[in-house]
């Protein structure tokens, strides 16, 4: 009797997962609150955030309410197709269908609040994903709030979608050890891949890559789980089950990627013309310079800076090369790798993706080699989260104090370089925020000093280690989110969006003179000029006309004479105010008056 009362008390798996839920809502909530209720509730982080994902998310909110997804967006510089233009930002992330729910307008602060939803997936995806390999709940729980509060998510703050990717991205694991375990367990490997190819097809390239490589080692794991059984059977055998278990991942990925093909199939169709596409294997990326070196350890070691106005070693960065996770870092990792080395699937995955940061060059093979970036890093720092959550559950087992002791050292060595190592201040500086160096040093250091306590008192596999965790994933997104939210130049950002947003349509067949997001794409003001890494082929090619290239930006057509003219930019804004009537239209914002006004162009009226 006593025993049945004991087991009806526990917490169910859905009970579990709802409080692992809660946890990573609070965390989130703990870290943004301060943000949300500010100027008006309308929430903004520095550069790409205000300049890219806030116009496009109100753009594209008008474009489908008038029914145009498949169609042409002029609002767009000088016109674009709509899938094109948003596939790779919004059109396929669930995230940004909830927000469909609220006017337009409110947008910027719908956004904010989405983080939350967004951290709170992450975690319960997470939570589903570590669960698997870790009995303890407390040790499941810590694991999914490092994978995300992690600090590449702290980082990318200021790319609103990747957190879209990082929170469906455990769903892909969790679908390929389903298929391992029964090949006819196909509906969750289906689901994953085709909610993440709708997402994203930039990050579920880099996805669909990982996962081959992860099927990999988990079907040669030896003593791995439930694969354990199958490392003694003969070549033959084993062959014939990676045939089928791999045939069956296949099948998934190609049924998924064929409910994902309304969205993917433009998508890559844009790609192949797209000049940042083409692969570009340099032997130069093989190995960089000792600075890059340096970095790659900060990104480990320490949690996650800003992109942007960075501490130390680079001013701004945004390659995304950061895993950060709060109070352990890479080390309670590196302790599992430490005990089981080449004997566990996970030690190997753990020394084949630290490897692969190093060395651009390999790392580029989540981009199919045609970009050296680290925004495949969510990966790793996943795993990094098993690796820690299977220590913690099991402390007993694993030399934590030693491992630990160990990794102080280099963690303090690592900083103390940093402080004291001489530069060259015409060409850079080690350290660029003096102030925000110690608190992140401070914070590195101190965790592994906080787990060495925990682990003392053997506490590493309970509820209070998890919530030390909590307490460190809080206060590093919280650091590194206010660190961006006063670059913004003191809401220089909102004012632009809140005029843009009221711009009018004069006349259909001319624009304005504009080169700004903020002010062409949320209204009635197109302009000639984007801010978008999903710039057309065709846009490319006419700026090649004038000689002019860049990766984001197409051409200011203001810039050559008579462009401007050509493409009927009728209508320019300016701060100070005209002779009386010559105003097309007046809007106030807090800032001061804008006047919409009138320039002489062709009658033709070509916009």
């Known amino acids: 009797m006593n025993r049945q009362i004991m087991n009806n008390s526990r917490p169910t798996k859905r009970q579990e997962l709802a409080r692992c839920g809660l946890l990573c809502f609070l965390c989130a909530f703990a870290c943004f609150a301060p943000f949300l209720f500010r100027d008006g509730g309308w929430f903004h982080v520095w550069s790409d955030f205000g300049w890219q994902q806030l116009p496009f998310g109100i753009n594209l909110h008008h474009v489908l309410a008038e029914g145009n997804i498949g169609g042409w967006d002029w609002n767009y510089e000088l016109g674009m197709s709509t899938v094109q233009a948003y596939s790779f930002y919004a059109l396929g992330s669930p995230f940004y269908w909830l927000s469909l729910l609220f006017p337009a307008e409110w ?15 992450a975690g319960v995806t997470a939570y589903c994903y570590i669960r698997r390999f870790v009995r303890r709940d407390p040790a499941a729980a810590a694991g999914a709030l490092l994978y995300a509060f992690s600090g590449f998510q702290a980082a990318n703050l200021m790319y609103y979608h990747f957190h879209d990717a990082v929170a469906l991205f455990p769903l892909i694991l969790i679908g390929i050890e389903r298929v391992l375990e029964d090949p006819r367990d196909r509906g969750m490997m289906v689901f994953a891949v085709f909610i993440n190819a709708l997402n994203n097809y930039y990050f579920f390239v880099m996805e669909a890559v ?10 040669f794991a030896d003593g791995a789980g439930d694969l354990g059984k199958h490392a003694a059977a003969g070549r033959k055998e084993r062959f ?16 998924g990627g064929a409910m994902a093909a309304v969205l993917l199939v433009p998508s890559l169709l844009y790609l192949m013309g797209s000049s940042r596409s083409h692969v570009s294997l340099q032997l130069a990326d093989l190995i960089r310079d000792s600075r890059w070196f340096l970095y790659i350890l900060k990104g480990m070691l320490l949690p996650g800076d800003t992109l942007i106005d960075q501490f130390a070693l680079y001013d701004s960065e945004f390659d995304s090369n950061i895993t950060g996770i709060p109070l352990t870092g890479i080390g309670l990792a590196l302790v599992f790798v430490w005990k089981h080395r080449r004997k566990h699937w996970l030690g190997g995955m753990l020394m084949l993706l630290i490897a692969l940061c190093f060395t651009p060059f390999f790392s580029s093979v989540f981009l199919l080699f045609t970009e050296c970036t680290g925004r495949w890093m969510y990966f790793l720092t996943l795993m990094i989260a098993l690796g820690s959550a299977k220590v913690m559950e099991a402390e007993e087992e694993y030399p934590v104090r030693k491992g630990l002791l160990f990794y102080f050292l280099p963690v303090l060595g690592f900083c103390l370089l940093l402080r004291m190592r001489p530069y060259d201040s015409w060409t850079y500086r080690e350290i660029y925020n003096e102030t925000r160096f110690l608190i992140f040093a401070g914070l590195g250091l ?162």
């Open 107 to 121: 947008y910027p602060i719908v956004t904010g609040w989405t983080f939350l939803l967004k951290y709170t997936v």
């Open 210 to 219: 990982f996962a081959v490589i992860y099927f990999l080692f988990r079907f």
């Open 240 to 255: 014939l089950r990676l045939l089928r278990l791999g045939g069956n991942c296949l099948l998934c990925g190609i049924w």
């Open 446 to 607: 101190g965790g592994i000093l906080v787990l060495l306590l925990l682990h003392r008192f053997r506490k590493l596999e309970t509820w209070w280690a998890t919530g030390v965790v909590f307490l460190f994933c809080a206060v590093t997104t919280f650091i590194t989110l206010n660190n961006y939210y006063h670059c913004t130049g003191d809401g220089v950002s909102n004012n632009n969006l809140r005029t843009g947003m009221r711009l009018e349509t004069h006349d259909d067949q001319y624009r304005y003179n504009l080169s700004n997001n903020q002010f062409m794409l949320p209204g009635g003001g197109s302009g000639m000029t984007v801010f978008s890494s999903t710039i057309s082929k065709g846009s490319r090619e006419f700026d090649s006309l004038f000689g002019y290239y860049s990766v984001n930006h197409s051409l200011k057509k203001g810039s050559a004479r008579g462009l401007a003219e050509l493409f009927a930019a009728r209508y320019y804004l300016s701060g100070e105010e005209p002779e009386p009537g010559a105003a097309v239209q007046i809007v106030d914002t807090p800032s001061g008056p804008w006047y919409v006004l009138e320039d002489r162009v062709c009658p033709i009226g070509f916009a």
